[in-house]
């Protein structure tokens, strides 16, 4: 199975900050790598797939990068309704398809 | 608008069984893959299971194989999972998600699952 990591496990910053979240891969994914967003209670949220592509109606400040084992969730400008968790997700080949631990951002 | 409803979450007892629904709507369920989704309390999230759109595909997580089974009825536009000899470790909110190539671009909210003695 592939092993996702992501760092860090979670983050304190401030309204304006650049945040940067790390995801790695035990193998290459090539890049078949999501980021969903979930705020508490709530159920998650597709914000990039295919490693860079924003989802209809998820704000520009959000980007994806990165492409084999090595990804990247940029925040640009971090905004009071971005608090919540980050998780990215692999759908490589054949499944299991897994996530992430998480990375749980404070403002 | 796409929808997805969960519905059948409750508690049961070790061993036990329950069915779990989801009801799509705004979209040409048949069409679509679908998958389901967990997050035990306070943890992270694990995929369960998936179906092709004609079912003709199923696919499970090793921690649920031969005790869990996935089907839907695409004339009722539902989504189903058979969850059997239950354990403790199974206690989660169970979400059902839509399949875009991959990509899970809508969720249900959710139907927590508890067991316990």
Excluded: H
């Excluded at chain 1, 193998?27 to 949220?45: G, I």
């Excluded at chain 1, 990165?66 to 968790?85: N, Y």
């Excluded at chain 2, 799509?24 to 998936?50: D, I």
């Excluded at chain 2, 059902?96 to 508890?114: N, S």
Aim: hydrophobic residues 30%; contains cysteine; neutral net charge.
């Amino acid at each position: 199975d592939v092993q996702m990591t992501q760092s860090p496990s979670s983050l304190s910053a401030s309204v304006g900050d650049r945040v940067t979240i790390t995801c790695r891969a035990s193998q290459s994914v090539s890049r078949y790598l999501n980021w969903y967003q979930q705020r508490p209670e709530k159920a998650p949220k597709l914000l990039i797939s295919a490693a860079s592509n924003l989802q209809s109606g998820v704000p520009s400040r959000f980007s994806g990068s990165g492409s084999g084992t090595e990804f990247t969730l940029t925040i640009s400008s971090l905004q009071p309704e971005d608090f919540g968790t980050y998780y990215c997700q692999q759908t490589y080949n054949t499944p299991p398809w897994t996530f992430g631990q998480g990375t749980k951002v404070e403002i | 608008e796409v929808r997805l409803v969960e519905s059948g979450g409750g508690s049961v007892q070790p061993g036990g069984s329950l069915r779990l629904s989801c009801a799509a709507s705004g979209f040409n369920f048949s069409t679509y893959s679908m998958n389901w989704v967990r997050q035990a309390p306070g943890k992270g999230l694990e995929w369960v299971s998936y179906i092709s759109g004609s079912s003709s595909t199923i696919y499970y997580a090793d921690s649920v194989k031969g005790r869990f089974t996935i089907s839907r009825d695409n004339a009722k536009t539902s989504l189903y999972l058979q969850m059997n000899s239950l354990r403790a470790e199974d206690t989660a909110v169970y979400y059902c998600t839509r399949d875009f190539y991959g990509d899970y671009d809508y969720w249900g909210q959710g139907a927590l699952v508890t067991v316990s003695p």
